[in-house]
């Protein structure tokens, strides 16, 4: 299985403020088609999780542009560029390149400062 | 307006056998790759298993710990999507949720709790 991890866990961020959450998995995300299927997720207390970001970078409807997606390979951030108080929750990496399984991160948990 | 919304949860003792179901709208259903998802309380996202589209073979794949006690299977006439599970462990207690093409569209969740 591709084990993807997290870090760092638990983030702690000032309104207005950037951050940062890496995702490494154990293995190359690179598919044999040439696409790297590397989403994120954010799940806000008591809610569904809701997709951000699919395939790396690219942003779902809706999610704000402070949201963004990057890596390549084995190594991937979530960034977000100014965090406002709706962004408290926790955020999940999860590919499907190789799959069975679908592998998640173990998430992070933002909350403000 | 997209809606998954999953229905079938509830207390079941060990050994016990439920259906959860999923109800699709608001999208094209047929084309989609249908996944259950479940969070134990106070945990994490854990992948659960998938079912391919018609088209794309309709296959299923399962995850390590529910394969051979889970079958997921779908009714493309009634935007349906079930998984039957079987044979229920205290550790299947959970909110399962459905998902839609890697996790674009997500239900609300329903509750399963494994407990004699």
């Known amino acids: 299985d591709a084990v993807v991890t997290q870090s760092p866990l638990s983030l702690s961020v000032t309104l207005g403020q950037p951050a940062s959450i890496s995702c490494r998995s154990s293995?190359?995300?690179?598919?044999?088609?040439?696409?790297?299927?590397l989403n994120w997720f954010q799940q806000r207390p008591g809610q569904s999780p809701r997709r951000l970001i699919y395939?790396?970078?690219n942003r779902d409807s809706g999610v704000p542009d402070r949201f963004s997606g990057s890596g390549s390979g084995t190594d991937f951030t979530l960034k977000i560029s100014r965090v406002e108080a709706e962004d408290v929750g926790v955020y999940y990496c999860?590919?499907?390149?190789?799959?069975?399984?679908?592998?998640f991160g173990q998430g992070t948990k933002l909350e403000i400062k | 307006e997209v809606q998954l919304v999953e229905s079938g949860g509830g207390l079941v003792k060990p050994g016990g056998s439920l259906r959860l179901s999923c109800v699709a709208s608001?999208?094209?259903?047929?084309?989609?790759?249908m996944t259950w998802v479940r969070q134990a309380p106070g945990e994490g996202l854990e992948w659960v298993g998938r079912?391919?589209?018609?088209?794309?073979?309709?296959?299923?794949d399962y995850a390590a710990p529910v394969k051979g006690r889970f079958s997921i299977s779908r009714d493309d006439s009634k935007n349906l999507f079930y998984v039957d599970m079987n044979s229920l462990k205290t550790e299947d207690t959970a909110i399962y949720y459905c998902?839609?093409?890697?996790?674009?569209?997500w239900g609300q969740g329903t509750l399963v709790t494994v407990s004699s």
């Open positions: 079912i391919k589209s018609k088209t794309d073979g309709g296959t299923t």
């Open positions: 608001g999208f094209t259903f047929t084309n989609a790759w």
């Open positions: 293995q190359s995300l690179v598919h044999s088609d040439g696409n790297t299927y």
């Open positions: 999860m590919q499907h390149t190789h799959w069975p399984p679908y592998t």
């Open positions: 395939r790396v970078s």
């Open positions: 998902a839609a093409d890697s996790g674009r569209y």
